[in-house]
């Protein structure tokens, strides 16, 4: 129930709404402070002293994404042009409270779910979240807006891409870490922004661009260099 509070009912609340109160640019560069929250967290509740190789590393993959968020944007953080000064700023902390329960939950889940495999305790983990999140979409009808054609689609993407994402996320949680783990989410935006290139839908991405991909590439394998005590924790004879 605490995991699928904090990373499912409550990342999927926080994110999606600091995404309708000022955009999705603005969110995903707020989002890109997540390893750093991991680290602050890992240090502060559980006395966790990642070496400074791994410091370092944690900062450049940061800076790197942040940097990109800037850039691509076009605006500046990319904020709605009709969010005001109120809306903003409560926008931006409800993305940071959507950093602060992922980077809980990356925590908790390496040491709950220690010694388990991911395929046996995410159903539980997402089908208490999928319970929780019910109640809104209930309150709110949402049920009855979905097209059949959108089920579909739903489907489809949750099947053939959410969940196997998330299996491999969670097995790098308890092979990796917290730390490795939500630092190497930072390379999406740039494999996207790559794969669009790929497939025509846009133009070659700058040198500038293709920097920061190498930079946060770097950092995420400078991750890897931590003590033992920030390893997902072997199960006990």
Same mark, same amino acid.
């Given at each position: 129930m605490a995991l699928g509070s904090l990373g499912v009912f409550g990342y999927s609340v926080a994110s999606i709404w600091a995404i309708r109160l000022v955009g999705a640019t603005t969110t995903?560069?707020?989002?890109?402070?997540?390893?750093?929250?991991?680290?602050?967290? !890992?240090?502060?509740?559980?006395?966790?002293?990642? *070496?400074?190789?791994?410091?370092? #590393?944690?900062?450049? &993959?940061?800076? /790197?994404?942040?940097?990109?968020?800037?850039?691509?944007?076009?605006? !500046?953080?990319?904020?709605?042009?009709?969010?005001? *000064?109120?809306?903003?700023?409560? #926008?931006?902390?409800? &993305?940071?409270? /959507?950093?602060?329960?992922?980077?809980?939950?990356?925590?908790?889940?390496?040491?709950l779910a220690a010694g388990s495999s991911s395929l046996v305790t995410l159903p539980a983990v997402f089908g208490a979240g999928a319970l929780m999140l019910l109640l809104p979409a209930l309150t709110l009808n949402s049920f009855g807006q979905v097209t059949p054609a959108q089920w579909g689609g739903l489907l489809l993407l949750g099947c053939g891409i959410y969940v196997p994402a998330y299996i491999i996320q969670h097995e790098l949680l308890l092979r990796r870490g917290p730390l490795f783990t939500t630092s190497m989410a930072l390379t999406v935006p740039f494999v996207v922004r790559v794969c669009t290139w790929g497939i025509g839908q846009a133009g070659p991405p700058s040198p500038f661009v293709l920097g920061l991909l190498i930079a946060c590439c770097i950092g995420v394998r400078l991750t890897l260099a931590q003590p033992r005590g920030l390893q997902a924790r072997t199960p006990r004879p």
């Open positions: 995903n560069v707020v989002l890109a402070l997540l390893p750093c929250a991991t680290f602050l967290l !890992g240090a502060v509740l559980f006395r966790q002293r990642p *070496g400074r190789v791994a410091l370092a #590393g944690t900062c450049l &993959a940061v800076t /790197a994404a942040v940097a990109y968020g800037f850039l691509d944007s076009g605006r !500046g953080l990319g904020i709605r042009g009709d969010a005001s *000064g109120g809306r903003t700023v409560l #926008g931006v902390l409800t &993305a940071l409270a /959507a950093v602060g329960c992922m980077a809980l939950y990356a925590h908790y889940y390496n040491r």
